[in-house]
């Protein structure tokens, strides 16, 4: 095998620690942030994600966490992280390989239940035990008593922070603030993906819905509802099943933009100005 120096420390790493050997390994897309690649084992196939640690620091030690939290649900399907280091300068977690199968044709109705029943996990406060990613950005996830408290303290904030920092300007804040947290439903925390777009889920070999790339924390559940819808994707199935097993508070279809602005806040602090329009329309819907 032709392999590149950063993947055959990891490999040789891997091996010994694993009780592996690797045969072969061939590239899978793993976007503008990782290099991620599919190993032929001894054990079976695995992924292997890679990036550089000085500019992600501890990124696959929180997405370990976040997988090993949504897989302990027992609720809905993720691949199995099993390792995660640094070797020189290069991060890598190791993690099940999820082979793609064919949709079942009660697939949006199943993975209504998973969601569902994912979101059925509580907990004391909203938040997790730990800070993350949301992309190639930190997700802050301190603990809050309140959905309202959270999603302005521990998600809007920062990013507007961060998008005033690159150089674009919000007014009227403390306003709008104010108004969007008197929309936001006293339900008690959820555990959510945090990152819920089509890209961040798979049917798996069984037909069955699998999530992956998490931005895990105990927040609204309306927060991946609100993505899903974002870029499309999602059958309308999905959420009309969803709403019959897991009723959302009256109002959600309003409050759809005001999920959406942390999603496009994001998207502003990642891809530049071509986000700012959305954004500051939401903001404007509430000042």
């Avoid at 992309?135 to 999603?151: I, R, V, W």
């Avoid at 959420?239 to 279809?253: A, D, K, V």
Wanted: with cysteine; charged share 20%.
């Amino acid at each position: 095998m032709n392999v590149p120096n950063d993947l055959q420390k990891i490999i040789d790493q891997l091996e010994a620690a694993e009780g592996f050997k690797v045969s072969n390994f061939s590239s899978l897309s793993g976007g503008s942030i990782n290099t991620v690649y599919l190993l032929k084992t001894t054990s079976g196939e695995r992924v292997i994600k890679l990036n550089k640690a000085s500019e992600f620091p501890s990124m696959f030690e929180a997405e370990k966490e976040g997988l090993e939290a949504l897989r302990n649900s027992n609720t809905i399907d993720v691949p199995e992280a099993f390792s995660c280091g640094t070797i020189d300068f290069t991060s890598y977690l190791l993690l099940e390989h999820k082979p793609e199968g064919k949709p079942l044709a009660e697939f949006p109705r199943l993975f209504a239940e998973d969601l569902a029943a994912l979101h059925k996990i509580s907990a004391p406060d909203f938040g997790f035990h730990s800070s993350n990613y949301i992309g190639s950005l930190p997700q802050y996830n301190g603990k809050e008593t309140s959905a309202s408290d959270f999603y302005i303290h521990q998600r809007i904030e920062p990013q507007i922070k961060m998008a005033s920092e690159r150089g674009f300007s919000f007014s009227d804040l403390d306003t709008i603030f104010k108004n969007i947290a008197a929309e936001i439903p006293e339900e008690s925390p959820a555990l959510i993906h945090g990152d819920l777009w089509s890209g961040n889920y798979l049917v798996n070999s069984e037909g069955r819905p699998c999530l992956i790339d998490p931005a895990v924390s105990y927040g609204p559940r309306e927060m991946d509802l609100a993505m899903m819808k974002l870029f499309g994707g999602f059958s309308e199935e999905i959420f009309r099943s969803y709403q019959e097993i897991f009723p959302l508070e009256p109002g959600f279809q309003k409050r759809i933009p005001l999920w959406q602005l942390y999603y496009l806040l994001v998207h502003l602090n990642i891809f530049g100005s071509s986000y700012l329009s959305r954004v500051k329309s939401i903001l404007n819907n509430f000042s």
